[in-house]
């Protein structure tokens, strides 16, 4: 194994292990953030098609995974969504570096697709936007796990599916340029609050 991918794979690792608690970010820290979309933005530079290759997650997972992110942050008129930010590949670089969220997501990602063959004869990605919709229900509400216990496992993997498609987001181009962060600036004056009107 070469030593560089040694390095990156030891740092990936050592800085996937979870978010501090109260931080912005949900799922992981920034530093690691920062790290992989440099390592994806990398790949696609390097790579012949400028496209990024699946680590952890095989095709059919990655497009549900897709599909999970864009219907989390669809893309609108002030902003690209989560598919132009490279949130899918954010969280399957991080994922392929980490036990804890590899079963989170796997498990998640099987119950989408054995579900909704149960109920509607195919898979997620094959079912209707409706369909979708009406699985998607069931885990998306914590009030869903207090009617069935059997969910809380399906609402805690779709919160967490939330939460790190939300840090893929908000810690790349597009959602830095989103949020209008403007990086560490300080003020030469403080004019105080601006004055609300007809107060």
């Not at 979870?18 to 530093?31: D, F």
Request: net charge negative; charged share 25%; hydrophobic share 35%.
């Amino acid at each position: 194994m070469a030593a560089d991918t040694l390095s990156r794979r030891t740092i990936l690792k050592s800085l996937s292990i979870g978010a501090v608690a109260g931080s912005v970010l949900r799922v992981i820290p920034l530093e690691a953030a920062e790290y992989a979309h440099s390592m994806i933005e990398s790949e696609k530079t390097d790579a012949r098609t400028g496209a990024y290759t699946p680590k952890f997650f095989d095709a059919q997972q990655y497009k549900t995974l897709q599909s999970l992110c864009e219907t989390i942050l669809p893309a609108d008129a002030d902003s690209g969504g989560a598919i132009e930010a490279g949130a899918p590949e954010f969280i399957d670089l991080l994922t392929s570096e980490n036990e804890e969220y590899k079963v989170k997501l796997e498990i998640g990602l099987k119950w989408l697709d054995s579900t909704c063959t149960t109920h509607f004869g195919k898979a997620y990605l094959d079912c209707t936007p409706q369909q979708q919709r009406e699985i998607l229900d069931l885990i998306a509400y914590r009030k869903s796990a207090e009617q069935d216990e059997s969910l809380s496992q399906l609402v805690e993997f779709f919160s967490f599916l939330r939460k790190f498609t939300a840090d893929g987001f908000f810690t790349s181009k597009i959602g830095i340029k989103y949020l209008g962060y403007k990086g560490n600036t300080y003020l030469t004056e403080f004019p105080g609050c601006p004055a609300v009107p007809d107060v």
